[in-house]
């Protein structure tokens, strides 16, 4: 199988044949001439879905992937939580299933999503924020119904102030005689309707799209059971299109990808490839049992001093060694940990931030208490508490 990696530090004794399901190794490294399509086996009887017509494949988004992610490693990571991590990834592809990742803020668990679709070249993630007052709605599709009035309005009105020669009624008599613009003049609702990033997913692709439901924690309590149903399923409809089917069986609409759109039958949204879908949550609250059961779920602990350092290189790659040298990196990771733990947890973009001020060539040997201090700032709590005190 393309894409194999060398056996994890610490599973080197163990015979790697129980690694041969994999089709996502965590290596990082993108599949060479292969594809998830050609890696990717049937789906257990219930979790298969036949939507169509299929629909193109998704655009590429290397440089936003890039943005999160940094630089392609040039050498396979190993430890024994990458090796769960690429475990219950390999179990979700297989069994088609969501998968729920849990730990701390900053503990790198959206970027799975992004690393997901690096590997497996999957093309831009399609990312769902939740906040307190999203809706499941918001999440397959968005319509504009007042903007659709407001536009059939100003055609009505426009129809009525031009005769049917296009001459305009200046002087009120009535020479120019207004009509009703027919229905096929009107604005297609088409054109005022969006799938949103769940809606998208589930579009009839023929290769997995990677989905990011990104702090399902701080949503309603009803929304992880609204979930249910469209993951059971694999599919949704419309109302608006229902109803519209008569005289526009197909419609065609806008969907999360920009620039894109898609053809929807009758009003029904019917997966062909069920998504990859990474849900995080950094346990505000406990989820549904019905909901649990229906997902995988892994636990991301705090990246360790090995991971810190391959995360530091890959964002900031020759910058986090110059001028100071990889002491400095190697120096301000331990100090992270320390001040993590002492903390209450702080994020790896904050030891990003701190790193590349660090390396940046602004604070000379002899500034070095600034540096100091501005590190100490930038390395608060994120809870908010104790933002006053120092530990070096």
């Known amino acids: 199988m393309n894409g194999a990696g060398n056996p994890a530090p610490g599973t080197a004794g163990r015979d790697t044949a129980d690694?041969?399901?994999?089709?996502?190794?965590?290596?990082?490294?993108?599949?060479?001439?292969t594809?998830?399509?050609?890696?990717?086996?049937?789906?257990?009887?219930?979790r298969r879905f036949t939507g169509g017509p299929v629909v193109d494949p998704p655009p590429d988004d290397d440089e936003e992937i890039e943005r999160r992610l940094g630089r392609v490693p040039t050498s396979s990571p190993g430890s024994e939580q990458l090796r769960r991590e690429a475990d219950m990834v390999n179990a979700a592809l297989l069994l088609?299933?969501?998968l729920l990742v849990t730990g701390r803020p900053g503990t790198g668990k959206s970027s799975l999503a992004y690393r997901i679709s690096r590997e497996l070249r999957l093309g831009r993630v399609l990312r769902w924020h939740i906040t307190s007052r999203t809706t499941l709605?918001?999440?397959?599709y968005e319509y504009d119904a007042i903007g659709r009035v407001q536009d059939s309005a100003a055609l009505r009105t426009l129809h009525r102030s031009y005769g049917t020669g296009g001459t305009r009624d200046t002087d009120g008599t009535g020479a120019a005689e207004g009509r009703e613009p027919g229905e096929d003049e009107l604005p297609g609702i088409g054109d005022y309707l969006q799938l949103g990033p769940l809606g998208t997913a589930l579009l009839p692709h023929e290769i997995p799209r990677v989905l990011l439901i990104d702090e399902l924690d701080k949503s309603d309590q009803d929304l992880a059971n609204d979930l249910l149903g469209v993951f059971e399923e694999g599919r949704f409809t419309i109302p608006e299109l229902v109803r519209a089917r008569r005289r526009h069986p197909r419609v065609t609409v806008m969907t999360d990808d920009p620039h894109r759109t898609a053809e929807i039958v009758d009003g029904v949204v019917t997966c062909r490839a069920f998504p990859i879908v990474v849900i995080t949550s950094n346990g505000e609250r406990e989820f549904?049992?019905?909901?649990?059961?229906?997902?995988?779920?892994?636990?991301?602990?705090?990246?360790?001093?090995?991971?810190?350092i391959d995360m530091v290189t890959a964002h900031l790659g020759e910058a986090a060694r110059e001028p100071a040298g990889p002491s400095r990196a190697d120096e301000l990771v331990d100090r992270f940990l320390r001040n993590s733990r002492e903390r209450g947890g702080l994020a790896?973009?904050?030891?990003?931030?701190?790193?590349?001020?660090?390396?940046?060539?602004?604070?000379?040997?002899?500034?070095?208490?600034?540096?100091?201090d501005l590190v100490d700032a930038l390395w608060h709590r994120l809870d908010g508490a104790g933002a006053e005190?120092?530990?070096?």
């Open 96 to 98: 088609r299933r969501p």
């Open 288 to 308: 549904p049992p019905a909901f649990l059961r229906r997902c995988l779920r892994l636990h991301m602990p705090d990246p360790d001093h090995a991971q810190l």
């Open 348 to 372: 790896v973009d904050q030891l990003l931030n701190a790193v590349f001020l660090a390396t940046s060539g602004r604070f000379p040997g002899d500034d070095e208490e600034a540096l100091e």
């Open 389 to 392: 005190s120092r530990t070096v």
């Open 35 to 46: 594809s998830l399509g050609e890696l990717l086996p049937p789906p257990p009887p219930w």
């Open 19 to 33: 690694r041969r399901w994999w089709i996502y190794r965590g290596t990082g490294q993108p599949l060479y001439d």
């Open 137 to 140: 709605r918001s999440g397959l």
